[in-house]
């Protein structure tokens, strides 16, 4: 009663408390457009509408069980309507079962021939489920009656590049571009394909003229930075990461990127500005503190750099890395008092903690032990460490050259 009287419909049929639903519903007042539809099937238990109504609120706050059984319930005479029909496949889909969901989608789309949604989702989950040449049957008949529509378009795009064809893959991504120019996604994918074509130049256009249109997304640096890692100018990369990371400051993926890229372009001040940034928005994570470690240590500024890797360590308790790399460090030139037996000890709980296929802790054991003239100690861990190493791997070679010393 409280929902008719707000709408202003006391004595109102199904089809006009249907009609108040779906604007409550469209100004996701969800609360209102229950009570309206739940309303109308209070007056006509086999109103196709407000069953779906209802199902579609259970959807959006992802209630699939209860959107099953709405649609489920349905009085067999409208049963096959084709919108109960799409909604059931948009449930079915929603958990996992693209096959039933296929078929939803079919009957729906059989039922109405003019019903574009049922066409265009029945589209998108054969090409899900690798079916692409139906895929695009099903897709081009949803564009012969919206042919300026993105989403279509897109979804085609992403057929076509599946079915080896990706100058029709670009082209259907131009037109949803040309339908909508706010469509990033579109950009980034024409960007993908451009680059699998071999025409890196044309991507970067693409990605650029993104950036510029979206100024506040990072996504499109991102992909900027991609294409010129595949280039092979990291330090064209390096200027993409540092423009995505001043649109998205906490971006932690990008400051990794950026510090990752700045170091092997050997702009190590750009690296450790960017690991500090990282360490600064994860303090309690032992990987910024670890990577930050890594980049001090190759700039030369050691003792920060051991400050660094020690935190890894008290932050990692479970990790070996951290200790393999402050071990390492430690032992580098001419260990203080007390630092070589640390250092030992570090590698110990490195060896412990590593993968049985991880052997590094364990030439540099070895390594350890020849520092300290124990031939026999380094004898012992080169042998292990060739035992859990790969054969024509660096480490595995490092432990035969120690092997051959100590004997």
Do not use: C
Not at 311 to 329: H, K, Q, S
Not at 366 to 382: F, I, T, V, W
């Amino acid at each position: 009663m409280t929902t008719e009287r707000r709408s202003g419909r006391r004595g109102s049929n199904a089809d006009d408390l249907a009609r108040a639903g779906e604007e409550s519903f469209s100004a996701g007042r969800l609360g209102e457009a229950s009570g309206a539809f739940s309303a109308a099937l209070s007056r006509s238990p086999d109103h196709a509408a407000s069953l779906v109504g209802l199902a579609r609120i259970a959807i959006a706050l992802d209630r699939l069980d209860e959107a099953a059984a709405l649609l489920d319930s349905a009085p067999e005479a409208v049963r096959d309507e084709p919108r109960l029909l799409f909604y059931r496949g948009v449930v079915a889909e929603s958990k996992g079962d693209a096959d039933a969901a296929v078929v939803l989608y079919g009957r729906a789309a059989g039922r109405d021939p003019g019903f574009v949604a049922a066409r265009f989702h029945l589209g998108r989950a054969l090409g899900a489920l690798g079916r692409n040449d139906e895929a695009a049957r099903e897709l081009e008949r949803a564009l012969a009656a919206r042919p300026d529509a993105p989403d279509i378009l897109y979804a085609l795009a992403i057929v076509e590049q599946e079915r080896g064809r990706p100058g029709a893959a670009a082209a259907a991504l131009g037109r949803a571009i040309g339908a909508n120019p706010a469509f990033l996604d579109a950009y980034l994918t024409l960007a993908d394909i451009l680059v699998a074509e071999g025409r890196p130049d044309a991507a970067e256009r693409v990605a650029e003229r993104a950036a510029k249109l979206f100024p506040r997304a990072g996504a499109p640096l991102d992909k900027l930075a991609a294409i010129a890692v595949r280039a092979g100018d990291v330090r064209k990369a390096v200027r993409a990461l540092v423009r995505q990371v001043e649109v998205e400051p906490e971006n932690a993926i990008a400051l990794r990127n950026l510090s990752t890229f700045a170091q092997a372009a050997g702009d190590l001040e750009t690296a450790a500005r960017a690991a500090e940034r990282l360490v600064a928005l994860a303090p309690g994570h032992w990987e910024g503190h670890h990577h930050l470690g890594s980049i001090l240590e190759a700039a030369g500024r050691l003792e920060r750099a051991k400050a660094a890797l020690r935190r890894a360590v008290d932050l990692g308790r479970g990790e070996w890395r951290p200790r393999n790399d402050l071990a390492l460090l430690m032992l580098s030139g001419d260990p203080a008092p007390g630092a070589f037996d640390e250092a030992v000890r570090l590698l110990d709980e490195a060896a412990a903690l590593a993968p049985p296929d991880e052997a590094a802790p364990h030439v540099n054991l070895a390594l350890a032990a020849l520092q300290a003239g124990d031939r026999r100690g380094a004898e012992s861990r080169a042998r292990e460490a060739l035992s859990r190493s790969r054969p024509g791997g660096r480490v595995h070679a490092q432990a035969r050259e120690i092997l051959a010393v100590a004997r």
